[in-house]
């Protein structure tokens, strides 16, 4: 079995040479390796990390939010063996077909390739997540659980449509996978190795190589026939942008599009519903958590492209207590073992003015919906639509190994809160036409959704696909325009986010990638 | 009429229930020594089970004022 070669220690040399370099070894990477090294490529795989989380090489990560508030850089990807997936919660479902098409009225590019192409690819990935066969047919992952299908929204109204996404529970790929990289002599695996530059020949049309260093000062070249960049999306454009020593502007950035269109699923909780009778249970949050599926009631492709919507989606969260007993709730429940405050005792009085709803409450976390809550808060989920604004940019500062910082100017756009606005309503109006509660409805506008945003760690968009160098960085097979040997890899690669989160749609990107390679090789 | 007064300040705080009741050194040195048990484990160990130990000394305390004074009458 080969050992992992640490960077720092385990190797001197100036320079490593393979058939393929895939820098980063998170989803995609990982990915990648696996397939390639199965179809005897002779991989060299180069993660930042090593295989367990450190602070040192995590502060690579640091960078400002220059725009809205959005998560902390350092906090919302992870760098190391695994990546991203080490905090990954699982959720998968396949992307709608209407979330490959160009929809200009809602300012949606289109994918290059279609729904079909990807399908096979999709189904793939689902497998090797551990994912049901069924993964196509909410109505049966629904009827295996014992609920109604009847109950579903797409049943009883024209316009609705179950998004039901299963939470799979191996989705710790360094973890799972290390053992066969490491077996494997097809694949050799640098750690605690940083690509800082993306070196180009001279004519600009290829990668040389790219250069390595080592927090402890050492650095070497990888070289290789074929580079694939698969470090996250804001990292994909970050070493993009940098490589500038020949072209001027950024690899692969002629059309200005790298770190643009940077994208998440951005959800806000506003309204309340208070259901009746008939409200299917399905809906409730947490009923279906516990049988590891989550169903959001959303629109039909059909409706959301005659009402001009965005992806969404909206999430029932069920309610016992008021918002003050609730975080009182909380901390008294997350606060049994450890040392008490008279904090603790006032939370204490706050949840024993309410000892009915604390007691639903606690029974409900054992059993969900046993008990019909008091109201629903509701969760609105969309896709943002690509923003050219919403943008990943160079700092002028730089990291401990002198590579500029990418820092993120993020911004919501009018077609986000047009959509978060107009498909509320509309789904206040079908939902009470149904006879399943009514709506107490906020008014949604900007500064109502640019204060109570959240996202979802779903970093996507800044590296493209497109059908043409004019409106992206990557072609249909994920090759940089005008750079024969360069490949990006992952969610940066995502024209549009689409209803899904975004893991499971990559590895299936990155299965199509590497039949691609090896189609080309051959 | 006392001794339910007295049962329901032991539920309260203890001491001052057996104090209360009158029901002699031994009762309160116990009560004395639990409440401070449980007032030592909920700021220095576990909250909820100082807690938890502070419910069982006022009801065991109230308990003991019902049957000691019943007793004595």
């Not at chain 1, 990289?181 to 640098?190: G, M, T």
């Not at chain 1, 009746?276 to 009631?297: C, H, T």
């Not at chain 1, 992806?311 to 040392?339: C, D, H, W």
């Not at chain 1, 047009?418 to 036409?433: G, K, N, W, Y």
Request: aromatic share 10%.
């Amino acid at each position: 079995m080969a050992d992992f070669i640490d960077a720092r220690t385990d190797f001197d040399g100036e320079e490593v040479e393979g058939s393929i370099a895939i820098i980063g070894a998170g989803a995609a990477g990982i990915t990648l390796a696996r397939e390639l090294s199965k179809a005897n490529r002779e991989v060299i795989l180069i993660e930042s990390g090593g295989l367990e989380l450190e602070g040192d090489t995590q502060a690579l990560y640091a960078g400002q939010n220059l725009g809205l508030p959005y998560f902390n850089l350092a906090a919302c990807r992870l760098r190391y063996f695994g990546g991203t997936t080490n905090h990954w919660a699982g959720y998968c479902r396949a992307n709608d077909e209407v979330d490959y098409m160009e929809r200009p009225e809602v300012g949606l590019p289109g994918w290059p390739i279609t729904h079909d192409d990807l399908a096979p690819y999709v189904a793939r990935a689902a497998t090797s997540l551990g994912i049901a066969d069924d993964f196509f047919d909410p109505a049966k992952l629904i009827a295996d659980k014992g609920f109604a299908v009847d109950d579903l929204g797409e049943r009883q109204s024209p316009i609705l449509e179950t998004k039901v996404a299963q939470i799979a529970e191996d989705i710790r790929l360094g973890k799972n996978h290390r053992d066969e990289l490491q077996a494997n002599p097809n694949v050799r695996i640098f750690l605690h190795a940083n690509a800082t530059n993306i070196n180009l020949v001279p004519s600009g049309n290829a990668v040389d190589h790219i250069a390595i260093r080592t927090l402890n000062g050492r650095s070497f070249r990888v070289r290789a026939k074929r580079f694939i960049i698969a470090c996250h999306a804001i990292e994909n454009a970050r070493l993009l942008l940098s490589s500038n020593d020949v072209a001027k502007e950024g690899i692969g950035n002629a059309s200005d599009h790298v770190g643009r269109h940077f994208m998440d699923h951005i959800y806000i909780t506003a309204s309340r519903f208070y259901p009746s009778a008939s409200f299917p249970k399905l809906y409730d949050r947490m009923v279906l958590r516990k049988e590891r599926l989550n169903a959001n009631l959303g629109f039909t492709d059909k409706e959301l492209q005659k009402s001009g919507l965005l992806q969404y989606y909206l999430r029932f969260i069920p309610r016992f207590l008021s918002e003050t007993n609730r975080s009182s709730f909380e901390n008294v429940q997350a606060g049994f073992f450890e040392p008490g405050s008279l904090q603790y005792l006032r939370d204490l009085a706050a949840v024993a003015t309410d000892p009915i709803g604390a007691l639903k409450l606690a029974y409900s976390k054992r059993s969900p919906g046993r008990f019909v809550p008091d109201h629903y808060d509701l969760e609105h989920r969309i896709e943002q639509a690509p923003n050219a604004d919403c943008r990943v940019v160079l700092s002028e500062n730089t990291d401990v190994l002198g590579s500029r910082i990418a820092d993120l100017d993020f911004k919501i756009s009018d077609y986000d809160i047009d959509t978060l606005a107009r498909a509320q309503e509309l789904m206040a109006r079908e939902v009470s036409a149904l006879g399943w509660g009514r709506f107490q409805l906020e008014t949604i506008d900007r500064s109502l959704v640019e204060s109570r945003f959240l996202g979802h760690y779903h970093n996507i968009g800044t590296t493209r696909m497109a059908s043409d160098p004019t409106n992206g960085v990557c072609n249909s097979d994920s090759q940089v325009f005008g750079v024969d040997n360069l490949y990006m890899a992952g969610s940066s690669l995502f024209p549009s986010a689409g209803y899904s989160g975004p893991t499971m749609m990559l590895i299936a990107l990155s299965l199509r990638l590497a039949d691609h390679i090896g189609r080309v090789e051959a | 009429m006392k001794t339910a007064l007295a049962a329901f300040v032991a539920l309260i705080f203890p001491p001052l229930g057996v104090l209360l009741a009158g029901l002699g050194r031994a009762y309160l040195f116990l009560a004395v020594l639990l409440t401070i048990a449980a007032v030592a484990i909920f700021f220095l160990l576990y909250a909820g089970v100082g807690l938890i130990l502070y419910g069982i000394t006022g009801v065991l305390m109230a308990a003991a004022v019902i049957f000691v004074r019943k007793r004595k009458k």
